[in-house]
């Protein structure tokens, strides 16, 4: 990591924190002196497990001079569908787990919510226009689902006012990664009508 961070890459530690909040609290001050930009940690763990991470977090990056990452809240799983979530954990539909878990975490003061791109809008009328918005299960239309679910198009998910998409597997796990960046990136442009380099 200290490779990619000498370079200036931004590096988004995607660990998905979830545990008592004092393992929280070191969980997240391990992740500043890493000198990540992004940390992910479930918004199920509660208000208290994210406050704890919070505050562990400013006070690692005020005592080593290191900048903090942004806390990224994750809601529901993209894996996860209406029926997985209803039938087999005994939640609610998808909708009012991710609003109910968005409200906890702006509680808990994080910086942003990571949702599929279907609940971008439920999340934004949540946490307003000041709160990052991250969502994973983006597929470019040429990509299969795989163990996606509750998903959609680069372009489709920018457009409903995502931040940042997180798109893995189709670049990671492409015989020319190159290639298919400079693809989704055509996509993105075809759909959301602007230039190619959004």
Avoid at 4 to 13: E, S, Y
Avoid at 63 to 82: E, M, W, Y
Wanted: hydrophobic share 40%; with cysteine; aromatic share 4%.
């Amino acid at each position: 990591m200290n490779a990619l961070t000498a370079h200036g890459l931004i590096v988004f530690l995607d660990v998905k924190i979830h545990d008592i909040p004092n393992t929280a609290a070191g969980a997240a001050r391990s992740a500043v002196r890493m000198g990540t930009g992004f940390i992910t940690l479930h918004a199920s763990g509660g208000v208290a497990m994210m406050r704890e991470a919070m505050d562990a977090a400013c006070e690692e990056s005020e005592k080593t001079g290191i900048p903090r990452p942004a806390l990224l809240a994750v809601t529901a799983l993209t894996s996860l569908d209406r029926q997985a979530l209803t039938e087999e954990l005994g939640w609610s539909e998808p909708e009012s787990l991710v609003k109910r878990l968005s409200e906890l975490a702006v509680r808990a003061g994080m910086d942003g919510i990571v949702a599929s791109p279907q609940e971008i809008s439920t999340v934004r009328q949540v946490v307003g226009k000041h709160k990052l918005i991250v969502t994973p299960g983006v597929r470019p239309s040429w990509y299969g689902l795989q163990d996606q679910r509750r998903v959609m198009g680069p372009g489709e998910a920018i457009a409903e006012g995502a931040d940042y998409i997180v798109v893995g597997r189709p670049v990671t796990q492409a015989p020319d990664p190159t290639g298919a960046l400079k693809r989704i990136l055509d996509e993105i442009a075809a759909q959301t009508g602007g230039d190619r380099t959004v």
